[in-house]
């Protein structure tokens, strides 16, 4: 069964202050895996996706790795307004376009 | 680009009646849309998914006569919630994947939500 797990389960940070959140994953097969923020009461946004082991993509703030067993997500010199939920979503050879989630982490970033 | 939206974005009935969320993909065409249910504090757990046309697939444990799902064009899905119970309340969440021309992308893209309370 696919499995994905991301930790840490919450994360404050002081603003200015870097991290990373981990998303490890154990599939039969990886197609994908993406990366989402969701804010409280609204649907998940796009970030990432990555397809390959070496693989990075960056946005601002945000710099995504992947691995074979893990991702993480980088984030560098954080703002207030990057609280939110991070998830990590995977897509597998065998299940089509389907996404298999972790639980998030919950980043606070405060002043 | 790749808006999805979702009406309404909350619901509040009385138990036993049906409510339908609409979800549609703004300024792209969906191939295929999924749709999510999130309860408080928890990530989201696929309950279905539909392409234009066809009947949807249910993830196990979903019941398909509870959750009508109709995917009648490639910009709009339907979720009937029937006969809706105290238990179905829930934060209900659309996708679509995007396809532009000949490229059918494998992203995700995010309806807002709808909130659905059953009293």
């Known amino acids: 069964e696919d499995q994905v797990t991301q930790s840490p389960e919450a994360l404050r940070l002081q603003e200015g202050e870097s991290s990373s959140l981990n998303c490890s994953y154990t599939v039969s097969g990886l197609r994908g895996l993406f990366w989402y923020r969701q804010d409280p009461g609204k649907g998940p946004e796009f970030l990432f996706t990555l397809y390959s082991a070496g693989e990075e993509k960056e946005k601002e703030r945000l710099k995504a790795t992947l691995t074979k067993k893990e991702s993480f997500l980088h984030i560098t010199a954080p703002k207030p307004e990057d609280s939110a939920t991070y998830l990590c979503?995977?897509?597998?050879?065998?299940?089509?376009?389907?996404?298999?989630f972790g639980t998030g982490t919950r980043l606070q970033v405060t002043l | 680009g790749a808006v999805v939206s979702q009406h309404p974005s909350w619901v509040i009935c009385k138990s036993g009646t049906s409510v339908k969320i609409e979800c549609r993909s703004l300024d792209f065409q969906a191939t295929t849309m999924f749709w999510y249910r999130q309860f408080p504090k928890q990530s989201l757990m696929l309950m279905a998914t539909s392409n234009e046309g066809s009947k949807a697939t249910y993830e196990q444990g979903v019941e398909k006569d509870k959750f009508l799902i109709n995917h009648a064009s490639l910009t709009l899905s339907t979720l009937t919630v029937t006969s809706a119970h105290p238990e179905d309340s829930s934060f209900y969440i659309c996708?679509?994947?995007?396809?532009?021309?000949?490229?059918?992308?494998?992203?995700?893209?995010f309806g807002p939500g709808t909130r659905l309370t059953v009293l």
């Open positions: 979503a995977v897509q597998t050879t065998g299940t089509a376009s389907k996404l298999t």
């Open positions: 996708s679509a994947r995007a396809k532009i021309g000949v490229l059918s992308y494998n992203e995700q893209f």
